[in-house]
């Protein structure tokens, strides 16, 4: 009976276990049948791989493109339809890439797709042929709510922390990979973690003491929001910014000469310390001038888009920089601010994303309307004035509010602040016996003429420009439509002894649009080829106010000096006026020169438009860009906060989220996020980034397990805590951070610490590398001077970009070169020096006491009996060789040796990785 009791419990066992395989089985089979093809993460793919090519937005081999549904559903030169939805049997493209014959089958002169691949692809056809939308081009909408255990707790909870979405998130997936996340990390690890991420370099002493103290600590989230108040994180976070602005302190090109653009390093540094809304920040970089009275602020936060590259090299084309500009603003915006690579559509519709070629032109119609023209000066700027010139210009507006009314007195305070808005010199065309010397400027020989070309005469009275003589007889006429046209003006110039003057010609007129010819001639000079005028801008307007006030001769004055005044300045953006407004067109090939059919200003098809009461200017495309309904700007911002904190974005390729980058590691992460700062965190950077390290996912210790190294060696995933190279910068900053040379010191122009000797060669300049003196050599790097052509050397070799164009991700390399700047360069030499001096001062009496200080300083811990073993063995050989080559300097000696071993520290491999 025992065994057949054992028997009957078997026979249910086989045919429990018999159930459950069949039942195994027919849920395989039915998910196989019922299974919906995605279209962006099975079918795109497949496409962008294999097909996309030779039938895309570049060829369209056959008059068959798959860039979009309604290309891909179109008859092919052949009459045929590739894709039939609900038929794949009788559909062109599954008959050519199933096809026998080499010459038919598709794709041609390349291997045939795979078994798995074709069967995508007929499914997906039999399904319907869903096109789908890219994800990162697909709305943002709420969150889902959570509704498992995360890292450690219960997530169901609708009140859940943005923290705690992380963590769900990120568990969700370590759960598919069979991954456990690893225990928070020591707090001296997350200390100089969080520090490192959020001021760019080591805590100040009294709050990494009170973090670390066993009895009272502070909370890690009260560390956070202290790190976040200091000043330094302002300089920390801008130096990703600058990356995109392609922010430099020089013009590129050729002698490559210094511009006065640090105002805008300043405003983007004080933007991160005051949490200005992302919104805002982008509108106000984008379209600051075309705010309703815009504040200083806001133009200088325009030269987010001056930063572009200038050439005044003698014989460039001026108009061709010109349009490079609005090119380069153009792949800046999309890539730098949306994760879009837009460049290639300059001269072709997007090979793999649904931009054709026109979409390039929309979006440059945008930028080409500003009033930079690759001049010499760099215009239009914004002049700062000093003391004495603003007592100056308040008592012209005082006076001017007198005699001509406040909106008067503005007009003019706003022309002398940015010299706007003016006609260039360098834009006359039709020259004769004249030139455009150097391409700077203009400049006319005896009997020398110069076309204006399309000048809106309207009501202005007077005709003015800044201009410079070196003899006097000479005599300027105007004319209008022809040399020979009417003469509406004419003035005798004095000599002004080659420095610029205002000179004003009172001109008559019946208005309209007309050419002004500018004549000139001298009746002293005997030498035609002498220069005998040259002149800068040019400006049409009505005649000087208040001419009857007993004043009038003194505001005058006071107007012309303030006017010529040699003031600061920096570069700043400004819109054309209606009657210098250009037309854009669709550049064949991209070649400028060659223009195709006329665009007006508006964004891809593909998102949602810009509503027709903003207008079509650079503010309507600002506010279209932070519009809720555009998913690029969130999504971009916050998988490059997230790349800045772990290393790796969401997205890998943090310049393209198009369907050529990476997929997302965490979409519904990346998505959550994106949502919940428009909508919840009002675009605060700070709220952002403080909820990503409150996290536990950031929180992690960094040590990685075996089953992690097998299964997620890159940390994609998120297995463990960042390990990340720290940045050229933040290696600087560090050593002089606890060397205790670093200077506080913030804001005003770039400072010029220690280089080597010749770096700077530049041609046809005298302009020199000097180094700074007092605590200007030792103050944060993000103060720096940047010359394109010689970007500062140690902190080029740890990867900082050459800032020529937008770099929206630097990559991180590892070389022999960089060693080589560590223990070398004078920068390291003297801050090891200073660090060796401080061991000794505050260290302790003891060798083993002072290494312990000093790694104390650079770890928030003590070091290991081995390493300090290590380093003491360092200490005592230097000592030991020095007395033979030094026997009679004890103290200079140990002074070396010491020094030598502060070196190594800052030298540590976790000294140079965070």
């Known amino acids: 009976m025992q065994n057949f009791h054992f028997l009957i419990v078997g026979f249910k066992k086989s045919i429990f276990r018999f159930l459950f395989v069949l039942i195994a089985i027919l849920i395989c089979i039915s998910c196989s049948f019922d299974s919906k093809i995605d279209y962006n993460t099975q079918v795109k793919p497949i496409l962008n791989k294999k097909c996309i090519s030779c039938h895309g937005g570049v060829k369209q081999n056959g008059d068959f493109s798959l860039m979009t549904q309604e290309l891909a559903f179109k008859p092919a030169k052949s009459g045929n339809l590739a894709i039939i939805p609900g038929d794949a049997k009788n559909s062109e493209l599954i008959k050519r890439i199933n096809h026998h014959d080499p010459e038919e089958r598709m794709p041609q002169e390349a291997a045939p797709l795979l078994k798995e691949e074709i069967k995508i692809l007929t499914k997906w056809i039999d399904q319907g042929a869903d096109w789908g939308i890219h994800w990162a081009y697909r709305p943002l909408v709420s969150d889902a709510k959570p509704t498992v255990t995360t890292m450690g707790f219960s997530a169901s909870s609708k009140s859940m922390l943005p923290q705690d979405k992380i963590d769900f998130y990120v568990k969700s997936k370590l759960d598919e990979l069979g991954l456990i996340p690893n225990k928070e990390a020591e707090k001296s690890e997350l200390l100089r973690r969080v520090s490192l991420d959020l001021i760019g370099m080591p805590s100040p002493k009294s709050l990494k003491d009170k973090f670390l ?33 392609r922010y430099a302190d020089s013009k590129g090109f050729e002698r490559d000469p210094s511009r006065n653009i640090w105002p805008y390093r300043d405003y983007v540094i004080k933007a991160f310390n005051n949490d200005k809304p992302y919104d805002e920040f982008v509108i106000e970089q984008m379209a600051g001038d075309l705010l309703e009275n815009p504040t200083d602020e806001q133009y200088i936060a325009t030269g987010f888009h001056r930063n572009t ?68 000066m760099d215009y239009p700027i914004l002049r700062f004035f000093d003391v004495k010139s603003q007592e100056k210009l308040d008592s012209l507006k005082n006076w001017m509010e007198m005699v001509g009314g406040k909106e008067k007195a503005a ?25 455009l010397y150097d391409t700077k400027y203009l400049g006319l020989r005896k009997n020398g003429s110069a076309r204006i070309p399309n000048v809106n005469l309207r009501d202005h009275a007077n005709f003015t420009m800044t201009s410079k003589t070196s003899s006097d007889a000479g005599i300027i006429s105007l004319r209008i439509d022809s040399l020979t046209g009417t003469e509406i003006g004419k003035i005798n110039l004095a000599n002004t ?59 005058k004055k006071r107007y012309e000096d303030l006017l010529l005044a040699p003031l600061e300045h920096t570069l700043i ?76 974005g969401i997205v890998e390729t943090v310049e393209d989220l198009g369907s050529q980058g990476e997929f997302p590691t965490h979409l519904e992460l990346l998505d959550y996020l994106s949502w919940n700062w428009m909508n919840n965190q009002n675009w605060s950077i700070k709220s ?93 790097a993000v103060y720096t001077m940047i010359k394109r052509s010689a970007v500062y050397p140690s902190m080029e070799t740890f990867d900082m ?21 560590t223990l070398n360069d004078p920068v390291y030499v003297e801050a090891s020096e200073h660090l060796a001096s401080r061991m000794q001062k505050e260290g302790g009496s003891t060798i083993a006491e002072q290494i312990n200080f000093a790694y104390q300083l650079a770890m928030n811990k003590n070091i290991s009996p081995e390493k300090s073993k290590i380093l003491e063995s360092l200490y005592y050989q230097t000592l030991q060789e020095l007395k033979i080559s030094n026997p009679n300097n004890e103290i200079e000696s140990q002074q070396i040796a010491l020094a030598n071993v502060a070196n190594s520290i800052i030298n540590l491999d976790e000294m140079l990785n965070n």
């Not at 970009?801 to 700047?821: E, G």
Request: glycine content about 6%; some cysteine.
């Open 213 to 245: 103290n066993s009895k009272n600590p502070i909370p890690f989230e009260e560390l956070v929001d202290s790190l976040m108040n200091l000043q330094s994180f302002g300089e920390k976070w801008a130096t990703m910014w600058l990356d995109i602005a």
């Open 573 to 648: 953006m400004i819109e054309n006026p209606i009657d210098q407004q250009r037309k854009s067109f669709v550049f064949d090939r991209g070649n400028w020169l060659v223009h195709d059919e006329e665009v007006n200003a508006q964004v891809p098809e593909i998102f949602s438009p810009i509503p027709k009461n903003q207008g079509e200017n650079r503010l309507a495309f600002a506010k279209w860009m932070v519009n809720k309904e555009n998913p690029l700007t969130s999504r971009t911002f916050v998988n490059r906060i997230w790349e800045q904190l772990f290393g790796k």
């Open 688 to 780: 952002l980034i403080k909820s990503i390290v409150l996290s536990s996912t950031y929180r992690q210790s960094a040590i990685i397990s075996e089953l992690a190294l097998e299964k997620d060696p890159y940390n994609k995933y998120l297995s463990r805590g960042p390990r990340v190279r720290l940045s050229g910068e933040q290696i600087r900053d560090q050593s002089l951070n606890i060397s205790g040379l670093l200077s506080t010191k913030m804001y005003g122009p770039p400072v010029m610490p220690y280089q080597p000797e010749n770096i700077w060669q530049t041609p046809y300049s005298n302009e020199a590398w000097t180094i700074s003196s007092g605590e200007d050599q030792h103050r944060r």
């Open 411 to 435: 007009e003019t305070e706003l022309f002398l602040k940015t010299i706007q808005p003016v006609i260039y010199s360098i834009e006359v065309d039709q020259m004769v016996n004249a030139d």
């Open 309 to 376: 590259t200038t050439n005044d090299e003698g014989g460039t084309d001026n108009e061709e920089y010109r349009v490079k500009a609005v090119m380069d603003r153009v792949s800046t915006t999309w890539e730098g601010l949306m994760g879009t690579t837009m460049a290639c559509v300059q001269c072709h519709g997007h090979p793999y994303d649904p931009f054709p070629h026109e979409t390039y032109y929309e979006s440059f119609a945008f930028f080409n309307n500003t009033r930079d023209a690759d001049t010499y």
């Open 801 to 821: 970009p050459l800032r020529q164009v937008c770099t929206a991700r630097r990559i991180r390399t590892n070389t022999p070169l960089q060693a080589l700047v």
């Open 497 to 555: 002894n080659r420095r610029y003057k205002l000179v004003e010609i009172p001109i008559q007129h019946n208005g309209g649009l007309h050419d002004i010819f500018l004549y000139y001639t001298n009746s002293k000079m005997k030498d035609s080829n002498n220069m005998g005028i040259q002149i800068d801008w040019f400006q049409l307007a009505g005649k000087f106010l208040g001419e009857e006030d007993k004043n009038y001769n003194l505001n």
